[in-house]
């Protein structure tokens, strides 16, 4: 079992940074950060794969980056140029082995989140 723990989360302005970890008990293949919004389903926001290649929903790339501390085991997600349509609970996900993407179902590890609030 992993065990992922998620920090970070706050309030901020329209157009302000926020910089979430993901504690992990060990890494995996396939890391990844998905976000879920009230009445909307789950969905995907970046991932990265053991060989450092990352990919993002098209919604946050050029905004949000996704890196590791292997030292600590820490997964990040940096936020900038926040937005409303931002505003969600934001997930740490882990998969041991497999093709890594952006589709929820493929993780069987999830952290508790971390709620992000961009009030309009």
């Known amino acids: 079992q992993v065990q992922l723990v998620e920090s970070g989360g706050g309030s901020v302005q329209a157009g302000g940074s926020l910089k979430l970890s993901c504690a992990a008990s060990?890494?995996?293949?396939?890391m990844a950060w998905f976000r879920q919004a009230p009445g909307k389903e789950r969905e995907g926001v970046a991932y990265r794969t053991a060989y450092d290649t990352t990919s993002y929903s098209d919604s946050v790339k050029g905004r949000f980056t996704i890196s590791q501390d292997n030292a600590k085991k820490t997964l990040y997600l940096q936020m900038n140029s926040l937005k409303p349509e931002d505003t969600a609970m934001y997930y740490c996900?882990?998969?041991?082995?497999?093709?890594?993407?952006?589709?929820?179902?493929?993780?069987?590890?999830w952290g508790q989140g971390t709620q992000v609030t961009i009030p309009s």
């Open positions: 060990e890494y995996t293949y396939c």
């Open positions: 996900a882990a998969r041991r082995a497999g093709s890594c993407s952006l589709a929820p179902e493929l993780y069987p590890f």
